[in-house]
């Protein structure tokens, strides 16, 4: 039987970046994946594809919504091959995605081959008590896991870290806590069997949930710019600087004529910028409530630099002040 790993957490908390630690991590096992962005260009896919072997992905929508089990089904089929076998299959759903939902999918599965693994949240330590004041919903989600990442504890200092561990610690009810950073954990934790709640008698209150609670993937809308010619630093600094409203989620790729290529990823207020070695041009995808779309799509269309050529370098800094590596 090879076990299915639900991989869970709201926008940005850190579930590609757990995932390729797993992939990266020399477990001697084979790791087959799936992966589902909530954005109409699946660039989580594009941060995974170099290090997998074995990959599904479906973007536009949440997987808990967009798929029912005889999608899974096929999904599920394609990785779990009999001439190219996988030891296990992770799913990292969208940071919208709805937990018990994705866990129910799962457990449906007519596949013989396969067997849910368990669900895993990644918590961000950084944004979980402002997220959790906007959704109080995503409360419940914690407790539906069979193991917690409170990851980002780099982020925040002692004292806060020890406050949102005890947080979290109390709202999960019994379920395992783990501070890490990075996703940094022992791949063990999340792929060895583990004694698990009867799942059964948890599905009757996955079931009101689904029922009577609205997903929180209803108040969120992405938005999706892509252009070939480089953007303006200053202007796209800018826009970094002076985020559209009810943005939460930014990631993808940008360039700004110098020749390289630039990932970018913000999570509320936090921006990361590294170089990346593949081209991609400029693909963003924003993720958020109530986006004003056409505004979003027209500051940044006229942040593309018509002339390149007649950049000065140092309006670069406005934006590599914020490149992490
Ligand atoms: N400082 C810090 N940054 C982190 C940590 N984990 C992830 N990040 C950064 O947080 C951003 C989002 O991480 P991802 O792994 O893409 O988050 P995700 O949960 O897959 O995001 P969605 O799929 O959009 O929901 C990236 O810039 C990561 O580099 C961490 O422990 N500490």
Not at 32 to 48: K, L, P, R, Y
Not at 293 to 308: C, F, M, Q, W
């Amino acid at each position: 039987m090879i076990p299915v790993l639900v991989v869970a957490g709201f926008l940005g908390s850190g579930k590609t970046t757990l995932l390729n630690h797993l992939l990266r991590a020399r477990t001697g096992l084979r790791i087959g994946v799936i992966v589902n962005d909530f954005g109409s260009v699946n660039i989580d896919a594009m941060t995974v594809a170099a290090q997998v072997d074995s990959m599904v992905t479906l973007g536009n929508g949440c997987l808990c919504c967009a798929v029912d089990v005889s999608d899974l089904d096929d999904m599920l089929a394609r990785l779990a091959k009999p001439d190219a076998p996988v030891d296990v299959i992770v799913i990292e759903a969208s940071g919208l995605a709805e937990p018990p939902a994705m866990v129910k999918l799962v457990l449906g599965s007519t596949n013989p081959h396969v067997a849910y693994g368990g669900l895993v949240e990644v918590v961000d330590a950084a944004e979980f008590e402002s997220t959790r004041e906007r959704h109080p919903q995503l409360d419940k989600h914690l407790r539906y896991a069979d193991l917690l990442l409170l990851n980002k504890m780099d982020r925040i200092d002692a004292a806060a870290g020890e406050r949102v561990l005890a947080l979290v610690r109390e709202l999960a009810a019994g379920v395992p806590v783990v501070p890490t950073d990075h996703g940094r954990v022992d791949p063990h934790l999340l792929f060895d069997p583990v004694d698990r709640p009867d799942w059964a008698e948890r599905q009757l209150s996955f079931d009101d949930l689904i029922e009577h609670e609205p997903h929180v993937h209803a108040e969120y809308e992405s938005v999706t710019f892509e252009s070939d010619q480089p953007m303006n630093p200053i202007r796209f600094a800018r826009f970094l600087a002076d985020r559209p409203a009810g943005l939460y989620r930014m990631k993808g790729y940008a360039h700004f004529g110098d020749g390289e290529q630039y990932a970018l990823q913000t999570v509320g207020g936090y921006i990361d910028l590294r170089r990346e070695p593949e081209p991609h041009g400029t693909r963003l995808v924003m993720i958020g409530a109530a986006l004003d779309a056409e505004l979003i799509t027209k500051t940044l269309t006229d942040a593309v630099e018509p002339d390149p050529a007649s950049l000065d370098p140092l309006d670069l800094l406005s934006v590599t002040r914020y490149v992490r590596d």
